[in-house]
């Protein structure tokens, strides 16, 4: 059963940048897609960008589209989310999250069709 935590969050200013990872462990991340959400106060948790099991391919939210980077590092056992040109409206917790029930090259941005959480990782961009 993979487990996945994710680490490097933290305070910046707008138009800055973030690197947060997710790392795996109990199983081979590569075999399972992979979901980055955001949580901000008061709000919905919501899908920002996921990559199919078989697929190289991100899709993303259009509010996070060309600002922010899914990559995967499969010798690590790893997958980032590069941030980049943040604003406030970023600020939240960001959750990654596993699955393995759909086909290889899908992956669903809604939240509560993925199994595997971690426990996520606080984003705070001050403007």
């Known amino acids: 059963q993979l487990h996945v935590a994710e680490s490097g969050g933290g305070l910046v200013q707008a138009g800055g940048s973030l690197r947060l990872a997710c790392a795996g462990s109990g199983g081979m991340m590569g075999n399972y897609a992979i979901g980055w959400f955001r949580q901000a106060p008061g709000s919905e948790r919501e899908g920002l960008a996921c990559?199919?099991?078989?697929?190289?391919?991100?899709f993303y939210q259009r509010s996070v589209e060309g600002r922010f980077t899914l990559t995967r590092d499969n010798g690590k056992n790893m997958v980032y989310l590069q941030m980049d040109n943040l604003k406030s409206d970023d600020t939240g917790t960001y959750y990654c999250?596993?699955?393995?029930?759909?086909?290889?090259?899908?992956?669903?941005?809604?939240?509560?069709?993925?199994?595997?959480w971690g426990q996520g990782t606080q984003v705070t961009v001050s403007s």
């Open positions: 999250a596993a699955d393995r029930q759909w086909e290889p090259d899908k992956c669903p941005l809604g939240w509560q069709l993925w199994d595997t």
């Open positions: 990559v199919g099991y078989g697929d190289d391919y991100p």
